[in-house]
């Protein structure tokens, strides 16, 4: 006889954000694996279950670690794609896929020999707009990925049990993080025109999840409010101070000499697509 019993507590975590923050854990757990792998946890056996085996009086010839499929929905979606994520037993390995690009979305194996198990996830999951920006968890549907071990005494006679596994596998979202766009510098040339056009870095840290809706605005505090150097000292032009203003979409802002009446300095405009130009 051959016996699983969930541990209390057990869980396996995989978090699709990129790359180490200090503020989470678990954001670089795909450190060490191959390109394109967004998530990975592996965690022993002995960390998810307890078991007891007895294989009588026969004595024990075996013993085998497996996982099992059953149909029904995942109740997943891959984000990029928008498609439902199917599961399917690919020689042992249950892979979650695109429902109709048969993209790889995550992987579930088990060590045959110990019950280890493994997940390792190429694509991010929907979490849904749910206020919790990085770390809200997603869940497989249970009752659809099962650990089985099965027990072979040494005149093959068999003996089996599983425990529910898909459920224990908690998927961490990712989010934005913070941008710094690229600097622009000008000469101050008297009476010359410049213009200049820079990246606002959004894109690239926008995790693993893509960029979705993006608004960018500006932030003034308040209409009239003079321009300063890095230092806190006013800007001047023609010995007025240079104050800014931001229209009504907080899309753009103006430089002008001494107030809207006076001479436009400069304009700064964010063009939609993680540009900026001045």
Known sequence: AVDLTVKQGAQIVVDESGGADVNDANANDEAGQPAGVIGYA???????????ADAGSDGQAGKVYSLTLSAGSTGLI?????????LVNNNGVIEGRTA???LLVFTIAVDSTDGDVTVTQYRALNH???GNNYDSQKLMNS?????TVTLTDKDADTASDSIELGSLIKFEDDGPSAFTPVEAYFENLNGAQQTYTAALNFTANAGSDGVGSVKYTFDLAANGTPLLT???EPVS???QPVLLYVNADKTQITGYAGGLNGELVFTATLNGNDTYTI
């Open 143 to 147: 009752g659809l990925v099962a650990l």
């Open 230 to 232: 890095s230092s806190g």
């Open 237 to 239: 032009h023609d010995g």
């Open 100 to 102: 109709s690009s048969n």
């Open 128 to 130: 849904g707009a749910d």
């Open 78 to 86: 891959d984000t990029a794609s928008n498609q439902a994520v199917v």
């Open 42 to 52: 592996a965690v022993a056996g002995s960390t998810l279950f307890t078991e007891t």
